[in-house]
């Protein structure tokens, strides 16, 4: 299985930004799915996550301004991203488990429960 992520860019302060995330080689309907984030010279960091069954979660930081969503029959998965702050800048990558547990876990907030990663798409935000 193959994540492929897009929608990154150069934005300006308080911009929008749509990622997506395709997955090839085997439907992922019935895996937990994610979003998270590196910037530079900082830890990999949680951003959203949305189950199979549609539960969804996201870090402070998003909460408000980001929304997850996926779409299975596509197999596709999204992050939209509103009031964007330079501080959101970072590559941001989109995960996958098969696991159908809680989002909420040490394991899952931390990446470690996801086994899937995909490479990663790159969000500037300028002030």
């Known amino acids: 299985v193959q994540l492929q992520a897009s929608g990154g860019g150069l934005v300006q302060a308080g911009g929008s930004l749509r990622l997506s995330c395709g997955a090839s080689?085997?439907?992922?309907?019935?895996?937990?799915m994610a979003w998270f984030r590196r910037s530079p010279g900082k830890e990999r960091e949680f951003v959203a996550a949305?189950?199979?069954?549609?539960?969804?979660n996201y870090a402070d930081p998003a909460k408000g301004r980001f929304t997850i969503s996926r779409d299975d029959a596509k197999n596709m998965l999204y992050l939209n991203m509103n009031s964007l702050k330079p501080e959101d800048t970072a590559v941001y990558y989109c995960?996958?488990?098969?696991?159908?547990?809680?989002?909420?876990?040490?394991?899952?907030?931390?990446?470690?429960?996801?086994?899937?990663w995909g490479q990663g798409t790159l969000v500037t935000v300028s002030s």
């Open positions: 949305i189950s199979w069954s549609g539960r969804t």
């Open positions: 995960v996958a488990s098969g696991s159908t547990g809680s989002l909420s876990t040490a394991s899952a907030l931390s990446g470690k429960g996801y086994d899937l």
């Open positions: 080689g085997r439907t992922l309907s019935q895996y937990n």
